[in-house]
Protein backbone atom coordinates (compact mmCIF):
# COMPACT_ATOMS: atom_id res chain seq x y z
CA UNK A 1 0.00 0.00 0.00
CA UNK A 2 1.38 3.46 -0.93
CA UNK A 3 2.65 5.39 2.17
CA UNK A 4 0.52 8.52 1.31
CA UNK A 5 -2.76 6.35 2.01
CA UNK A 6 -1.45 4.64 5.22
CA UNK A 7 -0.95 7.87 6.55
CA UNK A 8 -4.70 9.01 5.25
CA UNK A 9 -5.45 6.02 6.79
CA UNK A 10 -3.64 6.54 10.20
CA UNK A 11 -4.93 10.25 9.93
CA UNK A 12 -8.75 8.80 10.04
CA UNK A 13 -7.85 6.08 12.27
CA UNK A 14 -5.90 8.78 14.67
CA UNK A 15 -8.71 10.66 14.42
CA UNK A 16 -10.69 8.14 15.94
CA UNK A 17 -8.22 7.07 18.67
CA UNK A 18 -8.69 10.67 19.52
CA UNK A 19 -12.46 10.77 20.00
CA UNK A 20 -12.57 7.21 21.72
CA UNK A 21 -9.72 7.98 23.96
CA UNK A 22 -11.63 10.73 25.49
CA UNK A 23 -15.08 8.87 25.57
CA UNK A 24 -14.44 6.84 28.40
CA UNK A 25 -13.58 9.44 30.97
CA UNK A 26 -15.79 12.16 29.62
CA UNK A 27 -18.80 11.55 32.63
CA UNK A 28 -16.25 11.50 35.21
CA UNK A 29 -13.94 14.40 33.74
CA UNK A 30 -16.91 17.11 33.50
CA UNK A 31 -18.16 15.30 37.16
CA UNK A 32 -14.45 16.89 38.25
CA UNK A 33 -14.79 20.17 36.68
CA UNK A 34 -18.23 21.15 37.28
CA UNK A 35 -19.94 18.64 39.75
CA UNK A 36 -22.72 17.34 39.95
CA UNK A 37 -24.90 14.21 38.94
CA UNK A 38 -24.34 12.42 36.14
CA UNK A 39 -27.17 13.02 34.79
CA UNK A 40 -26.53 17.15 34.65
CA UNK A 41 -22.64 15.60 33.56
CA UNK A 42 -24.49 14.15 30.28
CA UNK A 43 -26.01 17.53 29.80
CA UNK A 44 -22.79 19.70 29.41
CA UNK A 45 -21.51 16.41 27.41
CA UNK A 46 -24.27 17.18 25.07
CA UNK A 47 -23.10 20.98 25.49
CA UNK A 48 -19.33 20.23 24.26
CA UNK A 49 -20.61 17.96 21.51
CA UNK A 50 -22.82 20.80 20.38
CA UNK A 51 -20.14 23.48 20.38
CA UNK A 52 -17.75 21.43 19.05
CA UNK A 53 -20.84 20.83 15.87
CA UNK A 54 -21.14 24.13 15.15
CA UNK A 55 -17.20 24.77 14.78
CA UNK A 56 -17.32 22.51 12.22
CA UNK A 57 -20.75 23.80 10.37
CA UNK A 58 -19.48 26.88 10.05
CA UNK A 59 -15.38 26.05 9.03
CA UNK A 60 -16.16 22.82 7.40
CA UNK A 61 -16.90 24.12 3.71
CA UNK A 62 -14.31 26.90 4.39
CA UNK A 63 -11.91 24.24 5.19
CA UNK A 64 -13.08 22.20 1.93
CA UNK A 65 -12.46 25.08 -0.73
CA UNK A 66 -9.43 25.80 1.00
CA UNK A 67 -8.10 22.05 -0.04
CA UNK A 68 -9.62 22.50 -3.21
CA UNK A 69 -7.95 25.57 -3.93
CA UNK A 70 -4.01 25.32 -1.79
CA UNK A 71 -4.09 21.75 -1.53
CA UNK A 72 -5.22 18.83 0.98
CA UNK A 73 -1.52 18.57 2.30
CA UNK A 74 -1.26 21.89 4.18
CA UNK A 75 -4.95 21.15 5.46
CA UNK A 76 -3.93 17.93 6.99
CA UNK A 77 -0.98 18.90 8.40
CA UNK A 78 -2.13 22.22 9.97
CA UNK A 79 -5.47 20.69 10.89
CA UNK A 80 -3.08 17.71 12.91
CA UNK A 81 -1.13 20.51 14.37
CA UNK A 82 -3.28 22.89 16.08
CA UNK A 83 -5.33 19.34 17.11
CA UNK A 84 -2.42 17.95 19.23
CA UNK A 85 -2.09 21.88 20.72
CA UNK A 86 -5.86 21.33 21.42
CA UNK A 87 -5.67 18.39 23.70
CA UNK A 88 -3.11 19.70 25.79
CA UNK A 89 -5.10 22.81 26.53
CA UNK A 90 -7.99 20.19 27.19
CA UNK A 91 -5.49 18.01 28.99
CA UNK A 92 -4.62 20.98 31.99
CA UNK A 93 -8.46 22.60 31.85
CA UNK A 94 -9.90 23.15 35.23
CA UNK A 95 -13.31 24.98 34.18
CA UNK A 96 -15.96 23.81 32.63
CA UNK A 97 -15.68 27.03 29.77
CA UNK A 98 -11.77 26.09 29.43
CA UNK A 99 -13.25 22.61 27.96
CA UNK A 100 -15.85 24.05 25.80
CA UNK A 101 -13.41 26.70 24.64
CA UNK A 102 -11.27 23.45 23.26
CA UNK A 103 -14.09 22.23 22.06
CA UNK A 104 -14.73 25.24 19.86
CA UNK A 105 -10.52 24.74 18.32
CA UNK A 106 -11.32 21.19 18.08
CA UNK A 107 -14.53 21.86 16.13
CA UNK A 108 -12.05 24.25 13.54
CA UNK A 109 -9.41 21.23 13.51
CA UNK A 110 -11.50 19.00 12.31
CA UNK A 111 -11.49 18.96 8.51
CA UNK A 112 -8.84 15.47 8.86
CA UNK A 113 -11.24 13.25 7.76
CA UNK A 114 -13.39 15.48 5.82
CA UNK A 115 -9.94 16.19 3.91
CA UNK A 116 -8.40 13.06 3.96
CA UNK A 117 -11.42 11.94 2.36
CA UNK A 118 -11.24 14.23 -0.66
CA UNK A 119 -7.92 12.78 -0.94
CA UNK A 120 -9.00 9.47 -1.36
CA UNK A 121 -11.38 10.70 -3.88
CA UNK A 122 -8.79 12.58 -5.74
CA UNK A 123 -6.99 8.79 -6.27
CA UNK A 124 -9.50 6.75 -7.12
CA UNK A 125 -11.20 5.56 -10.07
CA UNK A 126 -15.31 6.35 -10.22
CA UNK A 127 -15.96 2.53 -9.74
CA UNK A 128 -13.95 1.90 -7.11
CA UNK A 129 -14.80 5.44 -4.84
CA UNK A 130 -17.38 3.55 -2.53
CA UNK A 131 -14.82 0.67 -1.49
CA UNK A 132 -12.05 3.06 -1.44
CA UNK A 133 -14.42 5.27 1.52
CA UNK A 134 -15.11 1.93 3.13
CA UNK A 135 -10.99 1.61 4.03
CA UNK A 136 -11.29 5.10 5.50
CA UNK A 137 -14.70 3.64 7.79
CA UNK A 138 -12.33 0.67 8.24
CA UNK A 139 -9.21 3.08 9.80
CA UNK A 140 -11.93 5.11 11.74
CA UNK A 141 -13.53 1.71 13.01
CA UNK A 142 -9.61 0.54 14.34
CA UNK A 143 -9.09 3.50 15.92
CA UNK A 144 -12.23 2.70 17.71
CA UNK A 145 -10.90 -0.35 18.81
CA UNK A 146 -7.59 0.73 19.98
CA UNK A 147 -8.37 4.30 21.55
CA UNK A 148 -11.25 3.29 23.95
CA UNK A 149 -9.27 0.26 25.18
CA UNK A 150 -6.11 3.02 25.73
CA UNK A 151 -8.55 5.52 27.31
CA UNK A 152 -10.53 3.12 29.43
CA UNK A 153 -6.97 1.60 30.91
CA UNK A 154 -4.83 5.30 31.09
CA UNK A 155 -8.35 6.17 32.87
CA UNK A 156 -6.88 4.08 35.89
CA UNK A 157 -3.99 7.19 35.82
CA UNK A 158 -7.26 9.67 35.97
CA UNK A 159 -9.55 11.15 34.01
CA UNK A 160 -7.15 13.77 32.21
CA UNK A 161 -4.33 10.67 31.03
CA UNK A 162 -5.82 10.18 27.68
CA UNK A 163 -6.13 14.12 26.29
CA UNK A 164 -1.99 13.48 26.55
CA UNK A 165 -1.94 10.23 24.75
CA UNK A 166 -4.17 12.17 22.02
CA UNK A 167 -2.10 14.97 21.95
CA UNK A 168 0.99 12.95 21.68
CA UNK A 169 -0.44 10.83 18.94
CA UNK A 170 -1.60 13.47 16.83
CA UNK A 171 1.85 15.35 16.95
CA UNK A 172 3.40 12.32 15.28
CA UNK A 173 1.25 11.80 12.76
CA UNK A 174 2.24 15.22 11.72
CA UNK A 175 5.52 14.64 11.57
CA UNK A 176 4.96 11.24 9.63
CA UNK A 177 2.63 12.90 6.81
CA UNK A 178 5.56 16.32 6.39
CA UNK A 179 7.53 12.93 5.04
CA UNK A 180 5.39 11.28 3.03
CA UNK A 181 2.74 12.79 1.64
CA UNK A 182 2.61 14.50 -1.75
CA UNK A 183 -0.14 16.95 -2.91
CA UNK A 184 -2.97 15.27 -4.90
CA UNK A 185 -4.29 18.73 -6.49
CA UNK A 186 -3.17 19.13 -9.43
CA UNK A 187 -3.88 22.41 -11.81
CA UNK A 188 -6.09 20.17 -13.75
CA UNK A 189 -8.55 19.78 -10.47
CA UNK A 190 -7.76 23.08 -8.81
CA UNK A 191 -10.71 25.25 -7.87
CA UNK A 192 -10.20 28.98 -7.27
CA UNK A 193 -11.50 30.31 -3.76
CA UNK A 194 -14.74 31.56 -3.80
CA UNK A 195 -16.53 32.86 -0.60
CA UNK A 196 -20.09 32.89 -1.79
CA UNK A 197 -19.31 28.41 -2.21
CA UNK A 198 -16.90 28.26 0.67
CA UNK A 199 -19.07 29.79 3.24
CA UNK A 200 -21.86 26.57 4.93
CA UNK A 201 -25.40 27.94 2.85
CA UNK A 202 -23.33 29.10 -0.39
CA UNK A 203 -21.90 25.85 -0.73
CA UNK A 204 -24.95 23.50 0.48
CA UNK A 205 -27.23 25.71 -1.91
CA UNK A 206 -24.09 24.69 -4.65
CA UNK A 207 -23.51 21.07 -4.14
CA UNK A 208 -27.47 20.47 -3.24
CA UNK A 209 -28.46 21.71 -7.40
CA UNK A 210 -26.46 18.91 -8.50
CA UNK A 211 -28.95 15.75 -9.67
CA UNK A 212 -30.23 13.77 -6.86
CA UNK A 213 -27.85 15.37 -4.27
CA UNK A 214 -30.27 17.27 -2.27
CA UNK A 215 -32.29 14.30 -1.11
CA UNK A 216 -29.36 12.38 -0.88
CA UNK A 217 -28.14 15.31 1.66
CA UNK A 218 -31.23 15.05 3.35
CA UNK A 219 -30.89 10.83 3.93
CA UNK A 220 -27.03 11.83 5.18
CA UNK A 221 -28.69 14.61 7.38
CA UNK A 222 -31.70 12.39 9.15
CA UNK A 223 -29.09 9.55 9.46
CA UNK A 224 -26.28 11.27 11.08
CA UNK A 225 -28.61 12.96 13.49
CA UNK A 226 -30.22 9.11 14.41
CA UNK A 227 -26.35 7.94 14.24
CA UNK A 228 -24.75 10.62 17.01
CA UNK A 229 -26.67 8.59 19.78
CA UNK A 230 -23.51 6.42 20.01
CA UNK A 231 -20.97 9.12 21.26
CA UNK A 232 -23.88 11.76 22.72
CA UNK A 233 -24.73 8.75 25.32
CA UNK A 234 -23.45 5.54 25.39
CA UNK A 235 -20.85 6.21 28.57
CA UNK A 236 -23.81 7.14 30.28
CA UNK A 237 -26.26 5.00 28.94
CA UNK A 238 -23.51 1.91 29.95
CA UNK A 239 -23.61 3.49 33.29
CA UNK A 240 -26.70 4.00 33.98
CA UNK A 241 -28.21 0.50 32.11
CA UNK A 242 -25.61 -1.83 32.98
CA UNK A 243 -23.50 -0.05 35.84
CA UNK A 244 -20.54 -0.45 33.45
CA UNK A 245 -17.11 1.28 34.68
CA UNK A 246 -14.63 3.16 32.38
CA UNK A 247 -13.04 0.15 31.55
CA UNK A 248 -16.13 -1.85 30.58
CA UNK A 249 -17.40 1.39 28.39
CA UNK A 250 -14.00 1.33 26.43
CA UNK A 251 -14.27 -2.36 26.03
CA UNK A 252 -17.59 -1.81 24.46
CA UNK A 253 -16.55 0.64 22.30
CA UNK A 254 -13.50 -1.44 21.08
CA UNK A 255 -15.61 -4.32 20.24
CA UNK A 256 -17.70 -1.90 18.61
CA UNK A 257 -14.55 -0.95 16.18
CA UNK A 258 -13.80 -4.16 15.51
CA UNK A 259 -17.34 -4.32 13.95
CA UNK A 260 -17.28 -1.23 11.52
CA UNK A 261 -13.44 -2.41 10.69
CA UNK A 262 -14.49 -5.63 9.80
CA UNK A 263 -17.59 -4.76 7.94
CA UNK A 264 -16.10 -1.77 6.06
CA UNK A 265 -13.04 -3.16 5.14
CA UNK A 266 -13.60 -6.40 4.28
CA UNK A 267 -17.12 -7.05 3.63
CA UNK A 268 -18.30 -3.64 1.78
CA UNK A 269 -16.51 -4.27 -1.37
CA UNK A 270 -18.52 -7.49 -2.08
CA UNK A 271 -21.52 -6.32 -0.70
CA UNK A 272 -21.96 -4.01 -3.48
CA UNK A 273 -20.65 -5.85 -6.01
CA UNK A 274 -23.45 -8.25 -5.36
CA UNK A 275 -26.33 -5.57 -4.31
CA UNK A 276 -25.46 -2.29 -5.53
CA UNK A 277 -24.93 0.70 -3.80
CA UNK A 278 -28.83 1.52 -3.47
CA UNK A 279 -29.54 -1.54 -2.18
CA UNK A 280 -26.42 -1.84 0.10
CA UNK A 281 -27.68 1.68 1.43
CA UNK A 282 -31.53 0.55 2.21
CA UNK A 283 -29.97 -2.78 3.96
CA UNK A 284 -27.43 -0.78 6.00
CA UNK A 285 -30.34 1.37 6.97
CA UNK A 286 -32.73 -1.19 7.70
CA UNK A 287 -29.91 -2.75 10.19
CA UNK A 288 -29.61 0.22 12.07
CA UNK A 289 -33.25 -0.13 12.85
CA UNK A 290 -32.71 -3.36 14.27
CA UNK A 291 -29.83 -2.49 16.22
CA UNK A 292 -31.72 0.71 17.62
CA UNK A 293 -35.02 -1.00 18.93
CA UNK A 294 -32.82 -3.77 20.75
CA UNK A 295 -30.54 -1.64 22.79
CA UNK A 296 -33.70 0.67 23.87
CA UNK A 297 -34.91 -2.30 25.45
CA UNK A 298 -31.76 -4.60 25.98
CA UNK A 299 -31.28 -5.67 30.04
CA UNK A 300 -28.52 -7.00 30.01
CA UNK A 301 -24.60 -5.77 29.62
CA UNK A 302 -23.34 -8.69 27.92
CA UNK A 303 -26.51 -8.64 25.47
CA UNK A 304 -25.57 -5.30 24.32
CA UNK A 305 -21.75 -6.91 23.06
CA UNK A 306 -23.24 -9.83 21.75
CA UNK A 307 -25.40 -7.23 19.29
CA UNK A 308 -22.45 -5.11 18.62
CA UNK A 309 -21.80 -6.95 15.63
CA UNK A 310 -25.32 -6.43 13.86
CA UNK A 311 -24.83 -2.64 14.91
CA UNK A 312 -21.73 -2.38 13.28
CA UNK A 313 -23.06 -4.12 10.08
CA UNK A 314 -25.84 -1.23 9.38
CA UNK A 315 -22.21 0.75 8.61
CA UNK A 316 -22.26 -0.52 5.33
CA UNK A 317 -25.16 2.09 4.48
CA UNK A 318 -22.45 5.40 5.06
CA UNK A 319 -19.43 3.99 1.97
CA UNK A 320 -22.30 3.52 -0.51
CA UNK A 321 -23.68 6.55 0.29
CA UNK A 322 -20.45 8.52 -0.21
CA UNK A 323 -19.79 6.73 -3.27
CA UNK A 324 -22.98 7.58 -5.25
CA UNK A 325 -22.75 11.56 -4.36
CA UNK A 326 -19.09 10.91 -5.06
CA UNK A 327 -19.40 10.17 -8.41
CA UNK A 328 -22.37 12.54 -8.97
CA UNK A 329 -19.49 15.73 -8.02
CA UNK A 330 -16.80 16.71 -10.28
CA UNK A 331 -13.20 15.86 -9.93
CA UNK A 332 -12.76 19.54 -8.91
CA UNK A 333 -15.86 19.62 -6.41
CA UNK A 334 -14.63 16.55 -4.28
CA UNK A 335 -13.12 19.12 -0.97
CA UNK A 336 -16.32 21.33 -1.44
CA UNK A 337 -18.31 17.63 -1.47
CA UNK A 338 -16.52 16.88 1.46
CA UNK A 339 -17.04 20.29 3.48
CA UNK A 340 -21.15 19.71 2.62
CA UNK A 341 -21.02 16.53 4.11
CA UNK A 342 -18.89 18.30 6.82
CA UNK A 343 -21.62 20.86 7.66
CA UNK A 344 -24.52 18.76 7.07
CA UNK A 345 -23.23 16.04 9.53
CA UNK A 346 -22.41 19.27 11.63
CA UNK A 347 -25.76 20.37 11.87
CA UNK A 348 -26.87 16.59 12.67
CA UNK A 349 -24.46 16.46 15.56
CA UNK A 350 -25.37 20.39 16.63
CA UNK A 351 -29.19 18.68 17.09
CA UNK A 352 -28.47 15.37 18.05
CA UNK A 353 -26.20 15.67 21.19
CA UNK A 354 -28.71 18.22 23.21
CA UNK A 355 -31.94 16.04 21.79
CA UNK A 356 -29.96 12.62 23.13
CA UNK A 357 -28.70 14.06 26.44
CA UNK A 358 -32.04 15.49 27.15
CA UNK A 359 -34.05 12.16 25.96
CA UNK A 360 -31.62 10.65 28.50
CA UNK A 361 -32.33 12.71 31.21
CA UNK A 362 -35.68 13.00 30.70
CA UNK A 363 -36.05 8.84 30.85
CA UNK A 364 -33.42 9.00 34.21
CA UNK A 365 -34.42 11.68 36.25
CA UNK A 366 -35.54 10.64 39.24
CA UNK A 367 -38.92 12.44 38.12
CA UNK A 368 -39.19 10.24 35.28
CA UNK A 369 -42.19 8.18 35.09
CA UNK A 370 -40.55 5.65 33.02
CA UNK A 371 -37.31 4.73 33.78
CA UNK A 372 -35.73 4.03 30.54
CA UNK A 373 -31.62 4.46 29.69
CA UNK A 374 -32.41 3.56 26.18
CA UNK A 375 -35.37 5.91 25.10
CA UNK A 376 -32.31 7.53 22.91
CA UNK A 377 -31.64 4.53 20.50
CA UNK A 378 -35.18 4.21 20.20
CA UNK A 379 -35.80 8.02 18.89
CA UNK A 380 -32.60 7.05 17.09
CA UNK A 381 -34.67 4.00 15.45
CA UNK A 382 -37.60 6.16 14.20
CA UNK A 383 -35.11 9.08 12.68
CA UNK A 384 -33.50 6.14 10.81
CA UNK A 385 -36.76 4.90 9.33
CA UNK A 386 -37.62 8.31 8.23
CA UNK A 387 -34.43 8.19 6.12
CA UNK A 388 -35.28 4.72 4.35
CA UNK A 389 -38.52 6.35 3.35
CA UNK A 390 -36.91 9.63 1.82
CA UNK A 391 -34.42 7.12 0.36
CA UNK A 392 -36.17 4.40 -1.04
CA UNK A 393 -38.69 6.93 -3.12
CA UNK A 394 -36.20 8.57 -4.73
CA UNK A 395 -34.50 8.05 -7.98
CA UNK A 396 -31.56 7.88 -9.02
CA UNK A 397 -29.86 10.27 -11.29
CA UNK A 398 -27.70 8.84 -14.54
CA UNK A 399 -24.26 8.94 -14.59
Not at 31 to 36: C, I, R, T, W
Not at 140 to 155: K, T, W
Not at 194 to 214: D, E, K, V
Not at 275 to 298: H, N
Request: hydrophobic residues 55%.
Amino acid sequence: MPLPVVFILITVMIDAMGIGLILPVMPDLIQSVEGGTLANAAVWGGVLATVFAVMQFLCGPTVGAISDRWGRRPVLLVALTVMALDYLMMAVAHTIWLLVLGRVIGGITAATQGTATAYMADISKPEEKAANFGLIGAAFGVGFVVGPLIGGALGVWGERAPFYAAAALAALNVAFGYFVLPETVTDRIRRPFQWRRANPLGALRHIGALPGLGRLLAVVFIYSIAFVVYPSVWAFYGQAQFGWGPGTIGLSLAVFGIGIAVVQGLLIKPIIARLGERRTVILGLSIDVAAFVMLAFVQQGWLALVLTPLTALGSIAGPALQGIMSRTAADDQQGELQGVLTSVNAVATIIAPLLMTQTFWLFTTDRAGIHLPGAPFLLAAMLVTGSIVVFATMRMAKR
